[in-house]
């Protein structure tokens, strides 16, 4: 899990949330005294008080404001990598390797900002093979390919299913507009991972 334990993010984030510790403890099962515990555990851990203390109130710090962002973004990590793997291996399958096709823009801008956090908590091996831009479409779908990452210049006609393409769009410092795609390929057994996938780079 790293620095931060699960468990203990966990907890700061309950009692962030409902301002108290006994709260925290109540909602989560255990007793005052151990959310106490782990809150200090992460404080000594990132240096600086996360909460002001009260008479059975506590409230965030400007650290622990901070640090709230960061802990909701790691546990949101972590429920994804949980969807990603329990949905794999409830069917004894696991896809602990994923080959993915990319453009070479593709590669370097996009497909490390859709994968980063996952691929560090979940220790999935990411293969990628990357194409010149010119090229990619005329070898589709490239051999071996699990996953395809591409640029077009043209928008391509959408359902929204994950059968077909979809794309999110940035427009160039020259004023052309790239449309970048991304479709499974057929047969891939990584259904919660194309959501997750496919989710991030709608909002990118």
């Not at 096709?101 to 900002?113: E, I, Q």
């Amino acid at each position: 899990m790293g620095k931060y334990e699960d468990a203990k993010l966990r907890t700061f984030v309950s009692a962030a949330r409902l301002g108290s510790f006994t709260q925290a403890a109540r909602s989560l099962g255990i007793t005052q005294p151990a959310v106490s515990q782990q809150i200090g555990d992460l404080e000594r851990m990132y240096g600086a008080e996360l909460f002001v203390r009260g008479r059975g109130e506590v409230a965030l710090t400007e650290a622990g404001e901070h640090f709230l962002g960061y802990a909701e973004k790691i546990l949101d990590a972590y429920g994804e990598v949980d969807a990603l793997f329990g949905s794999l291996t409830a069917s004894g399958r696991s896809v602990g390797r994923v080959n993915v096709a990319a453009t070479s823009f593709c590669a370097t801008y996009v497909l490390p900002r859709l994968v980063e956090d996952i691929v560090a908590v979940s220790g999935l091996d990411l293969i990628t093979n990357t194409y010149p831009e010119s090229e990619f479409l005329s070898v589709m779908p490239p051999a071996g390919a699990d996953l395809q990452l591409f640029t077009a210049t043209r928008e391509e006609v959408l359902d929204g299913g994950l059968e077909k393409y979809a794309q999110s769009s940035l427009t160039l410092p020259s004023g052309e507009k790239w449309y970048i795609c991304f479709r499974p390929t057929p047969g891939f057994s990584g259904t919660a991972l194309c959501h997750i996938l496919l989710d991030r780079l709608l909002k990118l």
